[in-house]
């Protein structure tokens, strides 16, 4: 039940690792393991904008 009262703690956790993926694709020499850490940060980056999403109706309508 704590996870659904946190959700934004974990759409900032999935946030976070997406930063560190972007990060390491910075630093990658080799070209195919820089696309591949990048495509998985934009991966994740989605993920969470659609969690954010869904969650969004959750809010109080006044």
Known sequence: MS????PSERAQQMRDKAQELEQAAQ????????????????RIREKTEREEG???GTMDPM
């Open 54 to 56: 869904r969650g969004s």
């Open 3 to 6: 996870g659904e009262s946190q």
């Open 27 to 42: 630093h990658a020499t080799d070209p195919v393991e820089r696309q591949r850490l990048q495509d998985k940060a934009m």
